[in-house]
T-cell receptor, first 115, second 115 residues
Framework: AQSVTQPDIHITVSEGASLELRCNYS??????LFWYVQSPGQGLQLLLK??????LVQGIKGFEAEFKRSQSSFNLRKPSVHWSDAAEYFC?????????????FGKGTKLSVKP | DVKVTQSSRYLVKRTGEKVFLECVQD?????MFWYRQDPGLGLRLIYF???????EKGDIPEGYSVSREKKERFSLILESASTNQTSMYLC??????????????FGPGTRLTVL
C-alpha cells in the first residue's frame, strides 16, 4: 500500500526565517502530489499541486515545492515565514492503483512561528 | 470559487443518538468524501462517493453510513453515536480527472462531541 511520510510532527521557526517541510512518498512512478494547509479550526486549503512538467512548482502565499523523483520527495519551502503561516501542513499523494479520485494524506506537520 | 459547506461547525450529541452530518458542494463535482481528523492520526477516509447513489468504504467505515441522493449533497450518518466518534469531520469534493486524481476542496469541518 502506498504511504506518505511527513517526518516532522512539529517545527518552530522564527518569523523571517526560511522554512522547509519534508514529505516522502512510497510509489514507483510519478504520482500527482499536493500540499494543503489547515489553520486552527478550519478546513484544508490547497497550497500547490504537481502533476507533471517543471519539478519546481509555485503555490499561493509564497510557497513552493520541489518534486525529486530520485528521492521520492516533495518538500515544501518558503524563503521567509510570516506569523500568519502558523498552521498545520499536509502532504498528499494520489492513491494510484487504488481507488481513483482518492488521496493519501500524511499525518501533518504543525508549524509554530516565533516572533 | 468552489464552495463546500457543512451543516454545523460544532455539534454536541449524546451516546446512542443518531447523528446526521450534511455536506453540500456547489461546483457540480462528481466525487465527494468524508474524513475524520484526530490529533496525531491525520486525515482518515471514512466513505467516498463517485456518483449519485454510489458509495464506497474508506479506511474506517465501521459505525458510519452515508447517503448521496443528489449530486451536490453527501451525508454522513452515525447510526448510534459513541464517545470514540468524538472528532473533527471534514467533507471534501473533487471533479473527475480522466483516470487520475484531482485536487480536493474541503469544507470548514464539523467538530462533533459525543457525551
Amino acid at each position: 500500500a502506498q504511504s506518505v511520510t511527513q517526518p516532522d510532527i512539529h517545527i518552530t521557526v522564527s518569523e523571517g526565517a526560511s522554512l522547509e517541510l519534508r514529505c516522502n512518498y512510497s510509489y514507483g512512478a510519478t504520482p500527482y502530489l499536493f500540499w494543503y494547509v489547515q489553520s486552527p479550526g478550519q478546513g484544508l486549503q490547497l497550497l500547490l499541486k504537481y502533476f507533471s512538467g517543471d519539478t519546481l512548482v509555485q503555490g499561493i502565499k509564497g510557497f513552493e515545492a520541489e518534486f525529486k523523483r530520485s528521492q521520492s520527495s516533495f518538500n515544501l519551502r518558503k524563503p521567509s515565514v510570516h506569523w500568519s503561516d502558523a498552521a498545520e501542513y499536509f502532504c498528499a499523494v494520489e492513491d494510484y492503483g487504488g481507488s481513483q479520485g482518492n488521496l493519501i494524506f500524511g499525518k501533518g506537520t504543525k508549524l509554530s512561528v516565533k516572533p | 470559487d468552489v464552495k463546500v459547506t457543512q451543516s454545523s461547525r460544532y455539534l454536541v450529541k449524546r451516546t446512542g443518538e443518531k447523528v446526521f452530518l450534511e455536506c453540500v458542494q456547489d461546483m457540480d463535482h462528481e466525487n465527494m468524501f468524508w474524513y475524520r481528523q484526530d490529533p496525531g492520526l491525520g486525515l482518515r477516509l471514512i466513505y467516498f462517493s463517485y456518483d449519485v447513489k454510489m458509495k464506497e468504504k474508506g479506511d474506517i467505515p465501521e459505525g458510519y453510513s452515508v447517503s448521496r441522493e443528489k449530486k451536490e449533497r453527501f451525508s454522513l450518518i452515525l447510526e448510534s453515536a459513541s464517545t470514540n466518534q468524538t472528532s473533527m469531520y471534514l467533507c471534501a469534493s473533487s471533479s473527475r480527472l480522466a483516470l487520475r486524481v484531482n485536487e480536493q476542496f474541503f469544507g470548514p469541518g464539523t467538530r462533533l462531541t459525543v457525551l
